[in-house]
């Protein structure tokens, strides 16, 4: 299992989303990023969801 990081900040730059997960790879980390911003109302807001790599596996602005 690998570790990724979600995030999210408000129009200001506060963060105000701050989680991290395990998937098993970056395509079940992606399905499981967005059910987490969807469920919690941050799919307008800017968010990220960065691999263990730092790659950028979901990112809105």
């Not at 989303?17 to 395509?27: K, V, Y």
Request: net charge negative; glycine share 4%; hydrophobic share 35%.
């Amino acid at each position: 299992m690998r570790t990724y990081k979600a995030t999210s900040f408000d129009r200001t730059g506060k963060l105000i989303f701050d989680e991290t997960f395990t998937a098993p790879d970056d395509s079940e980390a992606q399905e499981i990023g967005r059910k987490m911003f969807e469920e919690n109302d941050l799919l307008h807001q800017t968010h990220r969801l960065a691999s263990p790599e730092g790659k950028l596996l979901l990112f809105h602005s």
